[in-house]
């Protein structure tokens, strides 16, 4: 079976049905090294952007899978995809030859750049990140290269939803002890006021973090600060009926297959059926929420074994 190198899915996403991956960045390659980020530690923490990709064999292979007719195609991947040079030219060029959405998941930490801010102007939906109101916690939770302060970051947050067209969306993450005091929440607040985006998503820990003390906050908690947040604010659910869909299912049924003839990591997984990484991702993110496969760590890697009943 032929692997996808840079396309993956279509996929469920929580926030935009099915999604048709675009990763235009090598693997863990990010400005932050985030506490709850389910691919793990980042093993190359950078602020240097590289033309990482061929941008022609990504279009190429993007055209041959939009036959497969997702709601979104998104660029995030396995790092920071505002990392790629080109980014701008890559949004232009799938937008000449699709009418299907563009979305750009980012963490949002170089926005505070203009070449940056220019090459998002034509996605249609960019979704950047703030998990934190302060600069101790931002140094905390997401561990950002040592290039990016706090009040750059914000500022970057700013001034793209200043000049941006599109539709802004701020994901915040929650994590259990750490954001979640009264005085981090009152801080959040203010913050995502002075941005102003159009909705807030609040997210907490559904898969393995990155570390161990990266804990989920309950969900009627996090409903409860997302109403704190913002008047237009949700907690990110699952969209069940995607999961539903044949593909998706299909897919998911030939990873418990595998998963029961012995226990794979996520690479294992990806290498064995052809699929890319964060497309096993989520599969086993609903294997392992139906109690249907448990995680065991082991040697510093991350095993997934059926449970027996």
Same mark, same amino acid.
């Given at each position: 079976?032929?692997?996808?190198?840079?396309?993956?899915?279509?996929?469920p996403?929580?926030?935009?049905?099915?999604?048709?991956?675009?990763?235009?960045?090598?693997?863990?390659?990010?400005?932050?090294?985030?506490?709850y980020?389910?691919?793990?530690?980042?093993?190359?923490?950078?602020?240097? !952007? +590289?033309?990482?990709?061929p941008? =022609? #064999? @990504?279009?190429?292979? /993007?055209? *041959?899978?939009?036959?497969?007719?997702?709601? &979104?195609?998104t660029?995030?991947?396995?790092?920071?995809?505002?990392?790629?040079?080109?980014?701008?030219?890559?949004?232009?060029?799938?937008?000449?030859?699709?009418?299907?959405?563009?979305?750009?998941?980012?963490?949002?930490s170089?926005?505070?750049?203009?070449?940056? !801010? +220019?090459?998002?102007k034509?996605? =249609? #939906? @960019?979704?950047?990140? /703030?998990d *934190?109101?302060?600069?101790?916690?931002?140094? &905390?939770?997401?561990?950002?290269?040592?290039?990016?302060?706090?009040?750059?970051?914000?500022?970057?947050?700013?001034?793209?939803?200043?000049?941006?067209?599109?539709?802004?969306?701020l994901?915040v993450?929650?994590?259990?002890?750490i954001?979640?005091?009264e005085?981090?929440?009152?801080?959040?607040?203010t913050?995502?006021?002075?941005?102003?985006?159009?909705?807030?998503?609040?997210?907490?820990?559904?898969?393995?973090?990155?570390?161990?003390?990266?804990?989920p906050?309950?969900?009627?908690?996090l409903?409860?600060?997302?109403?704190?947040?913002?008047?237009?604010?949700?907690?990110?659910?699952?969209?069940?009926?995607?999961?539903?869909?044949?593909?998706?299912?299909?897919?998911?049924?030939?990873?418990?297959?595998?998963?029961?003839?012995?226990?794979?990591?996520?690479?294992?997984?990806?290498?064995?059926?052809?699929?890319?990484?964060?497309?096993?991702?989520?599969?086993v993110?609903e294997?392992?929420?139906?109690?249907?496969?448990?995680a065991?760590?082991?040697?510093?890697?991350?095993?997934?074994?059926?449970?027996?009943?």
């Open positions: 079976m032929k692997k996808k190198k840079y396309v993956f899915g279509p996929v996403s929580r926030r935009l049905g099915r999604s048709l991956g675009v990763d235009i960045v090598p693997f863990k390659t990010c400005t932050y090294d985030c506490i980020c389910q691919l793990g530690r980042t093993t190359n923490r950078t602020v240097e !952007r +590289k033309q990482w990709v941008i =022609d #064999l @990504v279009v190429d292979e /993007l055209q *041959a899978n939009l036959k497969s007719k997702p709601d &979104y195609i660029l995030s991947g396995s790092g920071e995809p505002t990392l790629s040079l080109g980014l701008g030219e890559l949004i232009s060029r799938i937008k000449d030859v699709t009418e299907i959405p563009v979305a750009v998941l980012t963490n949002g170089l926005l505070w750049l203009p070449e940056i !801010r +220019k090459s998002l034509h996605a =249609d #939906l @960019v979704i950047p990140s /703030l *934190a109101g302060s600069s101790r916690i931002f140094q &905390y939770i997401n561990r950002p290269h040592s290039d990016i302060s706090f009040s750059n970051m914000l500022e970057g947050l700013v001034r793209f939803r200043a000049e941006y067209t599109g539709h802004y969306w994901e993450f929650i994590l259990a002890g954001n979640t005091t005085k981090e929440i009152t801080a959040l607040k913050r995502v006021s002075a941005i102003g985006p159009d909705k807030v998503q609040v997210n907490t820990v559904t898969r393995p973090p990155a570390e161990g003390f990266a804990e906050v309950p969900k009627k908690q409903i409860t600060i997302a109403k704190q947040l913002h008047e237009n604010a949700e907690v990110i659910a699952d969209y069940s009926n995607v999961h539903k869909q044949q593909d998706f299912f299909a897919r998911r049924e030939d990873v418990f297959t595998l998963l029961q003839r012995r226990p794979c990591s996520v690479e294992d997984i990806a290498s064995g059926l052809g699929l890319h990484r964060n497309e096993v991702v989520k599969y993110e294997l392992s929420s139906e109690g249907k496969i448990e065991k760590p082991q040697h510093e890697k991350t095993y997934y074994k059926v449970v027996v009943p």
